[in-house]
């Protein structure tokens, strides 16, 4: 008999060692959990241009004196020189008393020359044609315009310049669909392509159109003339003006997220991800991105803030294109699904143009380029889903690990007084 109670007692302590085992392996394994559950209760939901202003109102035009400023590479473009005046600060580039004159450009080339005085036109007169603008941009007197061969003189007045310019926005206007009362034949508008020469005296300002013709001194102008600084030629810059003829916008932007929503090594706040804006133009010459800035809701959780890609706290939120910024949120002011819906908005340096009608008479309309900023607005949505609330706070978890420490404290008892039955 007492064999057996120590093979039995035996045996019941081998259980007992391993229930005990067992208890500790599994009240190990769920302070582990927890502990993990703990640090892991964040889950994310992620959803240089140049113009001149007319000033307001009705303004003067002046023209220079035609017999010296007609220039006729052939007869069917006749150009004229004409200027109006434009407020001005300061005393440089011509600017003299808060006025200075601008040179202006013809719209209408079948109608008569240009008037004496002129206003804003009533109708469609803001020009919103891409192409147009960017040719005034790209064409002289907006940008220096020189030719690829020697000449001499000091061309001092740019009587070539203002041919080649004018004659091009007057063949723009005809092939763009923009002036309808146009009537120039498909051989008038080769004429400026292929036919148009001036003839050089001794000097760039002697300028002889008594014959249509090629000579070894006579020279295709808008083959020849290029934008100083730059190969480009004018007539390619009329060929990117018609490429851009058609678009419906100068400007546009993006917000661009980049990597992932995150939390602080200290559990304390949310991030975003990284963001910044990029901006989009038709073309450099005709628009510019300049800055965006960011404002957070009035809603916003307590305590969010912009800060920058060092994690520093963005007082005045304004940056400059390509700058990264995020939105940092404190943990503790989100206790559920959360979005966070902030607004960008873009500054842009644009280049813009209107037309101008004549107040005394049924002549062509002008135009003349201006610098204007403008800005766009968008929101960028942060959508914060924080991990549902187990209630598993520290107290709840030493409870925990009570209970499982009492239930294996029951069992060695149970056994015990299953043992001692066995030996009575």
Not at 128 to 154: C, H, R, W
Not at 296 to 322: C, H, M, Q, R, W
Not at 399 to 420: D, E, H, M, Q, S
Request: proline letters at 3%.
């Amino acid at each position: 008999m007492e064999k057996i109670y120590m093979e039995n007692n035996n045996h019941r302590k081998k259980k007992v060692d391993g229930v005990t085992l067992l208890s500790f392996f599994v009240a190990i394994i769920a302070i582990i959990s927890l502990i993990a559950v703990g640090f892991n209760q964040v889950s994310f939901a992620t959803n240089s241009v140049q113009g001149d202003d007319l000033v307001v109102g009705e303004f003067d035009v002046k023209a220079e004196d035609e017999q010296n400023n007609k220039l006729l590479s052939n007869k069917s473009y006749p150009v004229m020189r004409h200027f109006a005046e434009v407020a001005c600060i300061g005393d440089d580039n011509g600017c003299q008393g808060g006025k200075k004159t601008i040179p202006v450009y013809c719209l209408q080339r079948e109608k008569d020359t240009v008037g004496s005085k002129y206003k804003l036109a009533t109708e469609n007169g803001e020009i919103k044609d891409v192409g147009l603008i960017y040719l005034m941009a790209n064409l002289y007197p907006n940008v220096e315009m020189e030719p690829s061969f020697e000449i001499t003189g000091d061309n001092s007045d740019h009587k070539v310049e203002t041919w080649i310019s004018q004659a091009l926005i007057w063949t723009y206007m005809k092939e763009a669909g923009l002036d309808p009362t146009s009537q120039m034949t498909d051989e008038l508008k080769q004429n400026v392509f292929e036919s148009s020469y001036i003839k050089y005296g001794p000097n760039i300002n002697d300028l002889s159109s008594a014959k249509v013709g090629y000579e070894s001194e006579d020279h295709i102008l808008v083959d020849s003339y290029k934008i100083k600084g730059s190969d480009l030629t004018a007539h390619q810059v009329y060929d990117r003006a018609m490429e851009l003829h058609g678009q419906s916008d100068i400007y546009n932007f993006q917000i661009v997220a980049e990597g992932e929503e995150s939390i602080s090594d200290n559990e304390e706040y949310y991030f975003s991800k990284a963001l910044t804006v990029q901006g989009n133009v038709a073309d450099s010459s005709i628009a510019e991105f300049k800055s965006f800035s960011v404002k957070l809701p009035e809603d916003a959780p307590k305590g969010t803030i912009i800060t920058d890609a060092e994690g520093n706290k963005v007082e005045d939120p304004n940056f400059s294109p390509g700058t990264k910024f995020y939105i940092r949120v404190p943990v503790d002011s989100v206790d559920d699904v959360t979005k966070i819906n902030v607004d960008v908005y873009t500054y842009f340096d644009i280049l813009v143009a209107n037309r101008f009608a004549a107040s005394d008479g049924d002549y062509q309309e002008l135009t003349a380029l201006r610098n204007l900023t403008e800005g766009r607005g968008d929101g960028y949505t942060f959508e914060l889903t924080p991990a549902p609330d187990t209630g598993s706070s520290m107290a709840q978890t030493i409870y925990f690990i009570g209970l499982i420490v009492l239930l294996c404290g029951v069992g060695i008892v149970y056994a015990n007084a299953k043992n001692t039955k066995v030996k009575e």
